[in-house]
């Protein structure tokens, strides 16, 4: 059972450049997460999707757009990247419609912006 | 065994202590609490929940306490092994509605032999 699957692991870009995170989860959760961690700040959300065809801002969403493409996948874009971006990114799921439960976490993606 | 005070940011204790990590929390209303375990280069893993109906939550070793009147969760591990190093983040559900956690900035657990 794979659970949160994230990709890339691991990637280089420069300022300006887009690409988009892939994220995908095998255990039929409704709600799904990205999140991402930088030194001294913990987790921080990003955006989040309740259920299918929905998604919603979090805490930090600027500079970033989602699709949440079917139940199982849940996307990141970065349109034009900047330095402030370089960070690990996570993404999550889980069963209820909502927070309130345990969150599932993929392995993160490491992303560097030069 | 060891305590801390809030948000410290690192906690170091010798392996058979019992560790203490605090966490304060930001909004009254938050009615889920969890704790978080991250070892390193990999994603959070669950630890212990807890609802704001309740005081206190045991499991195997570890133990929530949740003080509403101060927004204070604090979690104890009994017994701290070096397998127990690691990240620890408190998170609440800050939505009324349910649909996510906000995390805390996460404390360093450090055990030694």
């Known amino acids: 059972n794979a659970g949160v699957t994230q990709t890339p692991k691991f990637q280089v870009l420069k300022t300006g450049q887009s690409m988009t995170l892939q994220c995908a989860q095998d255990m039929n959760h409704n709600s799904m997460y990205w999140y991402r961690q930088d030194p001294g700040m913990g987790l921080r959300l990003i955006y989040y999707?309740?259920?299918?065809?929905?998604?919603d801002k979090g805490e930090v969403p600027n500079g970033y757009n989602v699709s949440r493409l079917n139940k199982r996948e849940f996307s990141l874009r970065l349109e034009s990247a900047a330095p402030s971006q370089t960070s690990v990114y996570f993404c999550?799921?889980?069963?209820?419609?909502?927070?309130?439960?345990?969150?599932?976490f993929g392995e993160g993606s490491r992303l560097t912006v030069l | 065994g060891e305590s801390v005070g809030l948000h410290l940011p690192t906690l170091s204790v010798q392996e058979g202590d019992n560790s203490i990590i605090n966490c304060a929390y930001s909004?009254?209303?938050?009615?889920?609490f969890i704790w978080y375990k991250q070892e390193s280069g990999k994603g959070p893993q669950f630890i212990i929940d807890?609802?704001?109906?309740?005081d206190k939550r045991q499991g195997q070793r570890v133990t929530v306490l949740l003080n509403k009147t101060v927004k204070h969760l604090s979690l104890q591990i009994a017994a701290t092994q070096p397998g127990d190093s690691a990240v620890y983040f408190c998170a609440e559900n800050i939505d009324q509605a349910g649909t996510a956690l906000i995390f805390g900035k996460g404390t360093t657990l450090s055990v030694s032999s």
């Open positions: 807890i609802r704001s109906n309740m």
């Open positions: 999550a799921s889980s069963l209820p419609t909502g927070g309130d439960g345990e969150l599932f």
């Open positions: 999707s309740a259920s299918e065809g929905t998604t």
């Open positions: 909004n009254s209303a938050s009615d889920y």
